[in-house]
Every structure is written in C-alpha cells, then in structure tokens.
C-alpha cells in the first residue's frame, strides 16, 4: 500500500470540478458489503434509493460509495476516507474478523492512518478527520499508473476539463499527478512499475460548474460516451494532449450543477448511538 506526503483533504481553490459525489465498485454480497461499510465503518445506506438487492448506495457524509451486486471490481488505487471517529474504528473492525476471515479482508495501523482491505480486496486508507469536522467523507482516490504518464494526465485534466493540475512526488519518489477539486478533494495519479490488472470498469462521479467546454472539448477528441448532453456524460480514455497517446482508462461519470441529485441531502447515522445508552436527538449527525 502506498501514502503520500499529501494532507487527505487539500486547501479549497478555484476548480470548475466542484464534488467528487461517488465511487461506483460492484460486490457480490450485500451481507459482507453491509458488515464492512455500516457495522463496521460506521456509514449509513441511503434509506431513499437503491434500496433493493440489485445495489446499495452508501452514504459517507456528503459522497457516497455505489455498490452494484455483481462480479467484485477492484480499484487500481486507493480510496482516501475521513471520518471523525477514527479512534474507535478499531474496536468496531476487530469483531468482524471472524466473519470476514474467509474474504480479503485486511486491517492494520500505519502512523496516523488506518489501511483496510474490504473484502473483495479494495483499500482504503482512513484518517482523521479535521477537529471541526462532523461528518465522514471520500477525500481523494488514489490511482496506480503506468510509469511515463503522469505530465500527460496532469494536461490531460487541465486542458480538456480545465482543473488545476500538476506533478508532485510521492514519499517513494515517484511520479504522482495531483487534479484539484475546488472543495479540497483530490484525484491523485502515482506512477508504479508494477505491473497493473486490466480495467474492469469501475467508475467514479463528478460534478462540473460550466461542463459545456469540457464536454464540447472531450466530443471533439472522440472521448465522450453515454452521452446525454453537456449535463450528464461519461467519458473513459485518458489521453496526453501533446501526442493523443493513449495513458489510463478509468470511467467519468461526468453532471452539472442542475443535475437533480446535486445538493441531495444524504442521511448519515451516528455511529456511536447505541440502544444501551441511548441519548435522545442523538440518532443522526450534524451537518457541521
């Protein structure tokens, strides 16, 4: 598993890539997914939608995690997490052991960190959260990349999608393309040598203030796909402006600020409630 010298959230700037909303990664079970995601990292499902057995939506504060029941992906990375209560993530993982030990399930400390595994093998990397924060939330993912691509992805997400963007190092050295969201999530881009798995078709989702120009840059190049205007578009090719070269795939989901499920108010539970001492008024967390 890799770090970066990198805070989890960065500070606010001016990016027209406004929320990174969710991370879509089909499981096949519903019982581990439920035992990893709410009992033991403490989310909530969406009481609203996909509330069937076909999905599950995972609410992380103001992101989510899309969790479609088929065949598991895996992420080429790791997803950066939040959460305010990280001090007691332990004691609530640990149990759970026995009833994950037959999957991938992994779970150890590293400095000020949490690495886990879920049980189809995806890591995520769990900090704490800033002292005023309230709720949990997804502050970056981190994607492996072939050596050589990231300056190219780096122009990739600032002339196409016109984010700030730029190459730092990793605490390995390498090469890591770092795209910028204006409220001070993160893509990050390291560069390996290892060698990498295909591309099984997981997605991610994000908002864009003006989509209009990327979309109409993107369409120009051949790049967009389900294409249901400049408010609601995919697109899966990363490719380097200078040479067309093609150096990631990793699919977009792409909406605008008028999309109806922008500003959606998610329902997160507090974790630490529990019927033995209940408090009163204490079921939900503040919105901070």
């Given at each position: ?31 581990l ?36 029941t ?21 004691a ?40 005023q ?76 203030d003006?989509a ?38 990793l ?8 999309h ?16 033995a001492?209940y ?10």
């Open positions: 598993m890799t770090h970066t010298p990198l805070p989890p959230l960065l500070s606010p700037c001016a990016s027209p890539l406004v929320l990174l909303e969710h991370v879509n990664l089909t499981q096949p079970d519903q019982q997914a439920t035992l990893f995601y709410v009992v033991g990292l403490g989310f909530t499902r969406d009481p609203f939608l996909m509330v069937g057995l076909d999905n599950m939506w995972i609410n992380v504060g103001r992101t989510q995690m899309h969790l479609p088929r065949a598991p992906q895996r992420l080429r990375g790791r997803i950066g997490l939040t959460v305010p209560w990280l001090r007691q993530l332990p609530r993982l640990e149990p759970l052991r026995s009833a994950l030990a037959h999957t991938e399930f992994e779970l150890r400390t590293v400095d000020d960190t949490l690495e886990l595994r879920c049980p189809w093998g995806n890591t995520f990397i769990v900090h704490a959260g800033a002292p924060q309230t709720l949990p939330g997804i502050a970056y993912v981190e994607f492996d990349v072939p050596a050589g691509t990231a300056e190219g992805i780096a122009r990739f997400y600032a002339d196409g999608l016109g984010a700030p963007a730029e190459v730092r190092a990793t605490q390995q050295g390498a090469p890591m393309a770092l795209v910028k969201l204006a409220n001070g999530q993160s893509l990050r881009f390291a560069e390996t040598a290892a060698p990498l798995p295909p591309y099984d078709g997981h997605h991610i989702q994000v908002y864009l003006g209009e120009p990327a979309h109409r840059r993107l369409q120009a190049l051949g790049l967009v796909r389900r294409d249901r205007g400049p408010g609601d578009w995919r697109f899966v090719d990363l490719v380097d402006p200078a040479d067309g070269r093609l150096l990631y795939q699919e977009h989901e792409m909406r605008d600020l008028a109806p499920l922008y500003g959606r108010r998610l329902v997160n539970r507090n974790p630490g409630q529990v019927q001492a408090r009163p008024g204490e079921d939900e967390l503040p919105a901070g």
